[in-house]
């Protein structure tokens, strides 16, 4: 009788502990579903609300030009400084991406016709997305050294007469020489002088979505006098374990302390790049001057690194690269020195044209006879002189980096292959 009852609580004390087993499971996996369906939930809301601010950004965008006030004006080197805007109808800016850029027009007196004439230039956004102000950083341009040539006329002008309180004429935010912080693999960011800026742009939003990706950072300058934002790249250099500062100098001059000011004299080349970084599947901005970008592009080629991951911004004419932004090549020069005239036409303002080959595109044939046509970088790079061509067929003297509309040129860098029939 005892056994059979010590069995009896046995096998009451197994029912039981298997309910418990049974219960504990069924709880685990209810939590387990919970913890599927609100990590589900969470990665919903937040796809519904980067749609959100998507749409809220193409909301915000304008079309033509819009006022913005100068809000603050700041020193940032020798002959550099910083220039910070705030939209003049106090609506909300739309985001824009890391490394873009913003075209202004200027109203200049034109003195030799007695009166004003738009002057369109572009520049690049220079610090992280922020919904209050744009800013941009902007180098002074002097008379090339051994000419009579006149020195930079808007350059000049934002550093000597753009005050705080001055309305000014600006584009929406645009251009392909971007990263999107929130899908952003390591990266190596290249500045040479005031190329700086679309790269720090990159970097402070980045570091400021709170990503740990590494960052190589570097900054070639001619010496301490020129060095701008020091105190930032320092700081970010001191507070992120995952931004990797180097700045070159190029010729450091007596008051510069090696270690202190600058990590290495002389350019950057890809020898530093390669010693530093090491390895070759990252992601590469550069934006700084042609020599600079033509032989980091080479080399980085030679390295291994395929165009795909190899981006740069060109600042104009000066800028323009040598090497092409792709293996593609551009349409050939050869065909601009060909003595083939092309009659064209311009359906707006009613004139015909002809272009024999004496002009070096088809803006400077349109300016020439009066036509005005917007024009910023003159490198293929802003998109400002886009317009559309409704017959005919189109060449470009240089690849440009950047996406225009099917059915349209870039009259900066376009020479006719054909009659023309031009929307301008
Ligand atoms: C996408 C993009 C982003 C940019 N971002 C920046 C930026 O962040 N910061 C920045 O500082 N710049 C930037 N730039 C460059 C900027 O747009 C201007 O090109 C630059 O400020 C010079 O403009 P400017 O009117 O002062 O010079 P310009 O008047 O255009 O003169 C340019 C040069 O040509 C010389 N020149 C004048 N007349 C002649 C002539 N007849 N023949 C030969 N040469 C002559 C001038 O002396 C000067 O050296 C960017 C450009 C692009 C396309």
């Not at 005050?163 to 693999?185: M, S, T, V």
């Not at 932004?325 to 311009?346: A, C, E, G, R, Y």
């Not at 272009?355 to 970088?377: F, K, Q, R």
Request: hydrophobic fraction near 35%; glycine fraction near 8%; proline fraction near 4%.
């Amino acid at each position: 009788m005892q056994i059979l009852g010590l069995i009896l609580i046995v096998l009451v004390a197994v029912r039981v502990l298997q309910s418990i087993f049974f219960a504990w499971q069924s709880h685990i996996n209810a939590r387990r579903h919970v913890q599927l369906s609100l990590k589900m939930l969470n990665e919903q809301i937040l796809s519904v609300q980067a749609q959100r601010k998507q749409i809220e950004s193409l909301q915000m965008h304008w079309n033509g030009y819009r006022k913005f006030r100068v809000s603050k004006k700041v020193n940032e080197a020798n002959n550099i400084c910083s220039v910070y805007l705030v939209p003049h109808d106090g609506k909300p800016l739309p985001r824009y991406l890391p490394g873009q850029f913003v075209t202004f027009r200027f109203q200049m007196p034109d003195l030799q016709h007695d009166q004003a004439r738009s002057v369109v230039r572009c520049y690049s956004l220079s610090d992280a997305p922020r919904e209050q102000y744009y800013r941009i950083t902007v180098k002074r341009v002097p008379t090339p050294t051994g000419t009579q040539h006149p020195p930079g006329v808007i350059s000049n002008y934002i550093h000597d007469h753009v005050k705080i309180g001055d309305l000014l004429d600006l584009q929406a935010p645009r251009g392909d020489f971007a990263l999107d912080p929130a899908d952003c693999k390591p990266v190596v960011l290249i500045g040479g002088g005031v190329g700086l800026t679309p790269v720090l742009s990159i970097a402070n939003a980045i570091l400021e979505a709170g990503s740990d990706t590494d960052i190589w950072f570097f900054y070639g300058v001619r010496c301490g006098e020129d060095h701008a934002m020091r105190d930032h790249l320092l700081r970010l250099d001191q507070e992120y374990e995952n931004f990797h500062l180097h700045v070159s100098y190029s010729c450091p001059s007596s008051n510069d302390q090696y270690g202190r000011d600058y990590h290495a004299s002389g350019h950057i080349d890809i020898e530093l790049i390669k010693k530093t970084v090491k390895v070759t599947n990252l992601d590469f901005y550069i934006c700084g001057p042609a020599p600079m970008m033509d032989s980091l592009v080479s080399g980085l080629r030679e390295w291994g690194v395929s165009d795909h991951h190899i981006h740069r911004e060109a600042f104009g004419r000066a800028t323009i690269s040598n090497v092409s932004h792709s293996q593609k090549k551009p349409d050939q020069q050869t065909n601009l020195n060909q003595k083939t005239t092309f009659s064209i036409q311009f359906n707006r303002t009613n004139k015909n044209l002809t272009w024999d080959g004496t002009h070096s595109c088809l803006l400077d044939l349109a300016l020439e006879a009066g036509i005005n046509i917007d024009s910023g970088c003159r490198a293929g790079s802003c998109g400002s002189c886009e317009i559309a061509v409704k017959s005919g067929k189109v060449g470009t003297r240089i690849e440009s980096g950047l996406s225009i509309d099917k059915g349209s040129c870039l009259a900066c860098i376009s020479y006719p292959k054909s009659e023309l029939i031009l929307d301008a």
